[in-house]
Structure formats: C-alpha cells, structure tokens
C-alpha cells in the first residue's frame, strides 16, 4: 500500500482500507502524529512508507509511537525547546549582582536576590571579568617600556616561565 503524500495541502485526509484514519487542519501537529503512530501500530503499511508518507524520518515515527503508547495522546503534544533568545540583564543588574555575589551568597541566593534566574547569574559574572580585565589592560606606569635604571637591577618586569625548558 502506498499513501499519497497529501501533507502540503491546507487540509488532509488519510483513508485506510476505506474508513477514514486521518483528518486534519493545517496546524494540527498532534493529530497528525497521532495518525501516524496508529497507522503503523495497525501495521498498515511498513514504517518506511507511513514515515515517507508522513514526510518524516522513520526514527520520528519510532519515537512518536513510544510516546503514545507511554502517555496517550498528551505524549505527542510538542514540548518547548527553551528560551529562544537570550536574556539580556541590564549594567544596573550586572553590577549589583557582583556586589551581592561579593557577599558570599550562592548562584541561587544571588539570583533570587536580584530578581533574576540563578542561570544569568554566571553570565553576569563573566562579563563583569571581562570589563575589569580590558580596564586591567591599559599599560600602567610600574610596567612600561623604559623602566628607570634603580628599578631595572630590582626584578624584571614580568616573572620568569617554568612552562618552557630547552632541550
């Protein structure tokens, strides 16, 4: 048997041995996948041809039946993936979540106490390094290039590298 493919219309029927198996509106992601996983449960094509049919890979249609036969119907609604974007927190909140976070409290606590979620909290955090690391950068007067001559018999300007030995 070989099903048409039908998913591209506005509206669809499927028909199976001349009943109707499947009806749908164009936004009825559910239905759709319920159809399909009772198509191949009823073994009424291989799962090859229901998934061509269907315009999905056989490994979706696997995956579909395990979730109607693990939690019925509800198990084929779509789940959201997460946030789509990222959450922005203000320079306001960046600085007062490094003073909290300064105090000693958790990842959590300082979330809570800020009002954002304990996730933006690192982040936070870490633009905050970044901003004091690129202030840090700025050539300062103890390390310039000229060094007067008592502080050049002192110590040298940058420590000596333990990482690196000749062969």
Request: proline share 7%.
């Amino acid at each position: 048997m070989q099903l048409r493919p039908w998913w591209g219309t506005a509206t669809g029927s499927g028909l199976f041995r001349g009943r109707l198996a499947y009806s749908r509106d164009a936004e009825d992601v559910v239905n759709r996948r319920f159809a399909a996983a009772t198509l191949a449960d009823l073994k009424a094509a291989t799962p090859g041809t229901i998934a061509a049919g269907f315009g999905v890979a056989v490994v979706t249609l696997w995956r579909w039946r395990l979730q109607l036969a693990a939690a019925g119907v509800a198990g084929l609604i779509p789940e959201s993936m997460g946030p789509k974007g990222s959450s922005r927190v203000s320079a306001e909140g960046k600085d007062r979540i490094v003073s909290v976070r300064a105090s000693g409290l958790s990842l959590r606590a300082v979330g809570t106490a800020v009002g954002v979620s304990e996730f933006s909290v690192p982040g936070a955090l870490k633009v905050a390094d970044e901003q004091g690391a690129r202030e840090a950068k700025t050539p300062s007067p103890a390390l310039s290039a000229t060094p007067d001559s008592a502080e050049s018999n002192s110590e040298p300007l940058l420590p000596e590298c333990r990482c690196y030995r000749p062969r």
